[in-house]
């Protein structure tokens, strides 16, 4: 059995700020091949540069670049 420790690790950031965030946080209920990561945009622009922008942020602060 794989620990989560193990685990593929997939970061997904979103536009939306509620429903996207709810569909993608089910994945991680589903079969355990892989940890995913919900980056949630909370008001802070839903264009895609903005969506990279905080995509890239989140990697940089957690270490994951």
Known sequence: SKTKSCLRTIVIATEGTV??????????????SANFIIVPNYGNGSDPTKVLERMKKYLQENALD
Do not use: V
Not at 24 to 29: G, K
């Open 19 to 32: 429903t996207e965030p709810e569909y993608f946080s089910q994945l991680n209920s589903m079969k355990k």
